[in-house]
């Protein structure tokens, strides 16, 4: 049986990787911080809580983290914490570097001291391609991040690839694009829409409120894109990689699907700050712009290219963005109309 660590566990992709490694007969370790209390709502919510095994680690100190791969021995290890709000990374500049970047060199060097022979997966981004003007984007395009989040992303990839050609250890990057589910954080867009749709759909008369709705994303299936993330830790040889679906749409377009989901037919009224939108069916506003939820530098536009996947690893997504948009807000309808806590 082999053993996979998975640093940030108890978030969307922890979650979704750790019921996928528990499935292929692995034994799985999920990290907490020493000072945190365990939030098993994603993993109670796939039923797997009782067959992980939860242990101590705190990434922002080397001990820390040597203890953790000394008592887990683990084969494979998957960093998937980190601060990965990056509307936060303009207020939060130097602790997500240090929680993002710093964080992973410590990892790497203690993977180096302990077992080098073990395996690393480190969660990369699109946001690391900002503002570059492509059709669409591979694993050898340029950098250009846009915010401090994207900085320190960068940062982290680039040190796994230096472990990686230093010494000779297996690092591989997985260059995500957007990927969501009804697991996705709250505060994140994909899910304020669909909460709050499901909200409005149950009788609220609050609107929505979003920033840039015309900025263009790549989003797919968290739970097709962990099936990808082992895929690259069981290869023969260590690489990068991008997953995304190829497919990009507007906030707006996320928006549309969602609200048509519920039965809504959605009217644009306006344009920039004033604009609005409107249910044909109740006359009810749904959707206000708030100039206040713009990024401070945003990125308009993303998409992936994600052939190599497909070609190297066999990889395909399968949920499209509508579908996923309306698995994620006929969720949040059902636990809001059953009364039950927003993940």
Not at 240 to 258: C, E, K, N, P
């Amino acid at each position: 049986m082999k053993t996979a660590l998975i640093t940030g566990i108890t978030g969307q992709d922890g979650a979704y990787l750790a019921r996928h490694l528990l499935n292929e007969g692995y034994r799985v370790v999920g990290t907490r911080r020493r000072s945190a209390s365990t939030n098993t709502g994603r993993l109670d919510e796939l039923g797997i809580t009782d067959r992980v095994e939860i242990a101590t680690i705190e990434m922002l100190e080397f001990g820390s983290i040597l203890s953790a791969l000394q008592e887990s021995q683990p084969d494979e290890i998957y960093n998937l914490a980190a601060q990965s709000f990056v509307g936060a990374s303009f207020g939060q500049p130097i602790f997500t570097m240090e929680a993002n970047a710093v964080a992973v060199y410590r990892l790497l060097e203690a993977i180096r001291i302990v077992n080098p022979e073990a395996r690393l997966y480190q969660a990369s981004t699109s946001e690391m391609f900002g503002g570059i003007s492509a059709d669409s984007l591979n694993e050898t395009s340029r950098f250009y991040p846009k915010s401090p989040y994207a900085v320190s992303k960068v940062a982290a990839h680039m040190a796994t690839t230096n472990y990686r050609e230093a010494h000779g250890m297996f690092c591989c990057n997985g260059i995500l694009f957007n990927h969501e589910s009804p697991l996705r954080g709250a505060e994140f867009v994909t899910r304020k829409i669909t909460t709050n749709l499901a909200r409005i759909a149950l009788g609220d008369e609050r609107p929505l409120t979003l920033g840039n709705i015309d900025a263009r994303r790549d989003w797919g299936y968290a739970e097709d894109y962990c099936r990808g993330m082992h895929l690259m830790m069981t290869r023969g040889e260590a690489s990068d990689y991008v997953l995304a679906t190829g497919v990009s749409i507007s906030v707006r377009d996320f928006f549309q699907h969602a609200a048509e989901a519920l039965g809504m037919e959605i009217i644009f009224e306006g344009e920039g700050a004033a604009e609005v939108a409107h249910d044909r069916k109740t006359g009810k506003c749904v959707l206000r712009i708030d100039p206040d939820q713009y990024r401070p530098a945003e990125v308009n536009t993303l998409i992936g290219d994600a052939s190599k996947a497909r070609r190297e690893l066999g990889w395909t997504p399968i949920i499209s963005v509508a579908e996923l948009a309306e698995i994620m807000v006929r969720k949040d309808y059902d636990r809001l109309k059953k009364g039950e806590a927003i993940l």
